[in-house]
């Protein structure tokens, strides 16, 4: 099976690039190149997300978690940016799936998911859900930079325990898949 092709801009935050990425996303549009952003959403100015709308085709965009305090204490922001700017990609009729990173010790508990799920069911034109499971592939890059990893060492999420976590999604009514 083909996908038609296309080009998905991630990172880090490709909206930190922002100039690059609109001038990039332009140039695909012109092209007939389908294009996908991976965003978390922390994008304060509506001005820019204004100009991403009618650029990017799909956005991918992750929500770790719904409790505003919470969030700010594992990311060290609040998410109601994140929320506010998921409501408005879903209200202009933007494609989005929804991406959960799922970190023991952060959100990768039955309350953390249900909330997540409840927010997805409320943006109208999002019908999908990817759970990714935590791993340690990156922590390695953490000690070139010499920071600390702060998540070294949590214990990876059985099977049973994502699949529990994927039922519940569905049982809302969304798409979802395990990446």
Request: with cysteine; net charge negative; aromatic share 8%.
């Amino acid at each position: 099976m083909r996908s038609g092709g296309g080009v998905t801009f991630s990172g880090g935050e490709p909206t930190l690039q922002f100039n690059l990425l609109v001038d990039l996303l332009r140039e695909c549009r012109a092209r007939y190149i389908h294009t996908a952003v991976e965003t978390c959403g922390f994008l304060r100015d509506d001005a820019k997300l204004d100009a991403l709308l009618p650029l990017v085709d799909l956005f991918l965009y992750d929500i770790k978690c719904i409790d505003d305090e919470k969030h700010r204490r594992f990311t060290g922001v609040l998410n109601d940016t994140i929320i506010r700017n998921a409501r408005r990609i879903a209200s202009s009729g933007g494609k989005m799936i929804v991406r959960v990173p799922l970190i023991p010790g952060f959100n990768a508990t039955r309350e953390d998911v249900e909330a997540i799920g409840d927010f997805v069911l409320s943006l109208i034109s999002v019908k999908e859900v990817n759970l990714l499971p935590y791993h340690e592939l990156g922590s390695s890059k953490y000690g070139m930079l010499e920071r600390e990893y702060g998540f070294g060492g949590a214990p990876p999420l059985t099977a049973e325990r994502v699949e529990e976590f994927r039922s519940h999604i569905e049982s809302c009514g969304l798409v979802c898949t395990i990446d």
